[in-house]
């Protein structure tokens, strides 16, 4: 969120002394751009543009870095700078002793998801899983957070990346069923036959049934994407919206008295956006290993 | 009951859009997007004041597994608003269109 850089971008923009326009503001913080706005009014920075991939078929793909590709990137380096020497930390740590600061905190959390979340929902052979889940975790809050900060952006509050989470989530459960109950065992979590039908009955069951099914498998990683999308947009939306209400004042004198209590308003917002990042990576995280844990108990 | 509302809707979209239907259509979306917000805010205030009521219910009856109703009750709620916030994606949609 960048009030400032929008104040900014509000004395260079073009519209007349008074008139704002609200929704096209909005819009262009919380969509996908292709140039960064740099911290602190250094300017902006073009993203390069055209790396286009023929991929036959299916078209061409322009593969060119945009904000909330370098926002992903941003936090996945950020991961990778807490976790790596938390993990060397933790090898070279003798027996017993208590980790402390940052990597206590992240160890606790690390500990908490292992125990209550991952082990709890897959039962045996979780440990083959926590590594995914957690990652999962760490970035989707990492990317929530930093669009928390001045001058960052949620790359989660872009439905494609989402969506593409979401699709990682949905091939880790798929294939984490058909090795656990076999192919004839996945098979039969689609087309369905309760005990005690026979013919007539159990054909019509099948054939009734198992589009449902396939449907009951898909609806799963869509209600993660828009939940998790949602969210993310529905909280920087109403935040913005706030901010940029202190604008549409017609004089300074009005703005400013009006902006106070507005302010105030959009503070605790943040805090409750703050709660939301926490919580809905957690729920995609939770979500991701109970239906894991679902598929592989499935008989 | 609907009928003679939707009647009144339609004249009052045609008077305010007389010269260029297609504002008048874009009228209707915006009204239908604000009261699909309104009563999908319903929804989800109804069902997460049931799980506050279950959750407090519960912690009063027994405070020894307050952590875990409590824990509960947040990753339902939750839940709840991912599936109001559906509706407001809709809404987005609608309101642009």
């Not at chain 1, 090795?179 to 689609?190: D, H, I, K, M, P």
Request: with cysteine.
């Amino acid at each position: 969120m960048s009030l400032l850089a929008w104040i900014q971008g509000q004395a260079a923009g073009a519209e007349p002394a008074g008139e704002v326009d609200l929704g096209a503001l909005i819009m262009h913080h919380l969509t996908d751009a292709r140039e960064i706005e740099l911290p602190f009014f250094l300017g902006t920075v073009q993203l390069p543009q055209g790396w286009y991939v023929n991929l036959g078929p299916l078209g061409v793909v322009d593969l060119a870095p945009t904000k909330h590709v370098v926002l992903m990137v941003l936090a996945a380096l950020l991961c990778l700078i807490v976790f790596i020497p938390l993990a060397r930390a933790a090898q070279r740590r003798e027996e017993g002793k208590a980790p402390g600061g940052l990597g206590g905190g992240m160890e606790a959390m690390v500990l908490y998801f292992r125990d209550e979340v991952v082990r709890t929902n897959i039962g045996h052979g979780a440990d083959a899983f926590a590594p995914y889940i957690l990652t999962l975790f760490f970035f989707i809050l990492s990317m929530n957070l930093l669009g928390l900060v001045p001058w960052g952006g949620s790359a989660t509050g872009n439905l494609a990346v989402t969506l593409a989470l979401a699709i990682c989530s949905f091939v880790l459960v798929e294939v984490a069923g058909m090795r656990a109950l076999g192919f004839r065992g996945y098979l039969q979590t689609v087309f369905f036959v309760p005990e005690g039908m026979t013919g007539i009955g159990a054909f019509l069951i099948v054939v009734l049934m198992a589009p449902v099914e396939f449907m009951g498998k898909l609806t799963k990683p869509f209600a993660l994407t828009v939940r998790l999308f949602a969210n993310m947009m529905a909280g920087h939306t109403l935040i913005f919206a706030l901010g940029g209400l202190i604008f549409t004042f017609g004089s300074a004198a009005v703005a400013t008295m009006a902006g106070i209590p507005i302010t105030a308003m959009a503070i605790a917002i943040m805090v409750l956006e703050l709660f939301v990042a926490f919580l809905q990576a957690f729920i995609f995280a939770m979500l991701t290993s109970v239906f894991v844990g679902l598929i592989r108990h499935a008989h | 009951m609907s009928h003679p509302i939707l009647a009144i809707l339609q004249g009052a979209a045609e008077a305010a859009g007389a010269t260029d239907p297609a504002s008048a259509r874009s009228y209707l979306a915006l009204l239908g997007a604000g009261l699909g917000t309104g009563l999908t805010v319903i929804g989800a205030g109804l069902g997460i004041g049931r799980i506050g009521a279950a959750t407090t219910e519960g912690i009063a009856r027994q405070p020894e597994a307050g952590g875990k109703i409590q824990t509960a009750g947040i990753i339902l709620a939750a839940l709840i608003e991912g599936a109001a916030l559906f509706g407001l994606v809709i809404m987005f949609l609608m309101q642009q269109a």
